[in-house]
C-alpha cells in the first residue's frame, strides 16, 4: 500500500511562506498526477493545486494563484508546495494526494494524513 508523507507544516506570521513536501513511497507515483489539498474547521476540503505527472500542467484554486506554486521533485515521486504571502484564511490542514499511476483523469484515490498549516494575523 503506497504512503504520500507530508512535512513543512507550521505557524507563520501572515505575509510569511512555507514549504511543504510529499513524498510518495513506490516510485511509480512517479507517473501519478499529484494535488494539494486543504480543509479548514467547519469547511469542505478543497483543492489547492494539482500538477500532472511529467508536471507540465499545474491548475490552482483562485484564491491561491500568484502566491502559491505546486512542483514535482528530482525524484518525480516527491511534490512541493511553496506558499507565499500567506493570509489568515489559508490556515488549514493540507493534504498531499496522488491519482493511480498513468490515468490522466478520475478522483484522487491516496491520501497522505495531513499537515497543519496556521497563518497568524
Known amino acids: 500500500q503506497v504512503q504520500l508523507v507530508e512535512s513543512g507544516g507550521g505557524l507563520v506570521q501572515a505575509g510569511g511562506s512555507l514549504r511543504l513536501s510529499c513524498a510518495a513511497s513506490e516510485r511509480t507515483f512517479g507517473s501519478a498526477a499529484m494535488a494539494w489539498f486543504r480543509q479548514a474547521p467547519g469547511k469542505e476540503r478543497e483543492l489547492v493545486g494539482a500538477i500532472s505527472w511529467n508536471g507540465v500542467s499545474t491548475d490552482y484554486a483562485d484564491s491561491v494563484k500568484g502566491r502559491f506554486t505546486i512542483s514535482r521533485g528530482s525524484a518525480k515521486n516527491t511534490v512541493y508546495l511553496q506558499m507565499n504571502s500567506l493570509k489568515p484564511e489559508d490556515t488549514a490542514v493540507y493534504y498531499c494526494?496522488?491519482?493511480?499511476?498513468?490515468?490522466?483523469?478520475?478522483?484522487?484515490?491516496?491520501w497522505g494524513q495531513g499537515t497543519q498549516v496556521t497563518v497568524s494575523s
Open positions: 494526494a496522488a491519482r493511480a499511476p498513468y490515468r490522466s483523469s478520475g478522483s484522487f484515490d491516496y
